[in-house]
């Protein structure tokens, strides 16, 4: 039957073509904790990235095997994988990873994403809340909805995330978050 729900996206791309520029994707993407890319490709991406991490929280050597199948890079990335990593994500269930739509970045306008690995150093939904609650301090405003519950999303899971908060909020603060631009 012709049309059917698809499993994954073929990204007009052949099978082995498809599976190296994920392996790559990935490889990125754990590499440096965020890569830009299209959103399509972001959303496939997420699933391996996703996969992995479930495979380095197994910690048992057929899934140090896979991981080792997978990655470009296995030397620098299975430590990772199975050390801060997998710490990081010990007490999370899942959604280890996030995608941020931003504007096109060429000049096809495909649709263009952020993808990162969530409770990182370059987590940005983190630092965006921090921002928005060093304007709301500095403006002397009460906390909306919106951010109340983006401040509990970005500290549930992260270690003394109350506190990685309101440093970076200081540090935007004294950054002048509020001042205008010429």
Partial sequence: MAGGAAKYRHLSRKSSHRQALLRNLVTSLFEHETI?????KAK?????????ITMGKKNTEASRRNATSIFYKPVELIPKLFGPLRER???RDGGYTRVLR???LKDDQAP????ELVDGP???RF???AKTLARVRA?????NEITATNIRKVTRFRKNGEEALEKMVRKFEQMGVNKEKP
């Fill in 102 to 104: 931003i504007e096109p």
């Fill in 44 to 52: 496939e991406a997420q699933r391996l990235a996703d996969k992995l």
């Fill in 89 to 91: 994500y010990a007490n």
């Fill in 36 to 40: 830009s890319t299209t959103w399509p």
């Fill in 122 to 124: 370059k987590d940005m």
């Fill in 112 to 115: 263009s994403a952020i993808l």
């Fill in 127 to 129: 630092a965006m809340t």
């Fill in 139 to 143: 403006d002397n405003k009460e906390v």
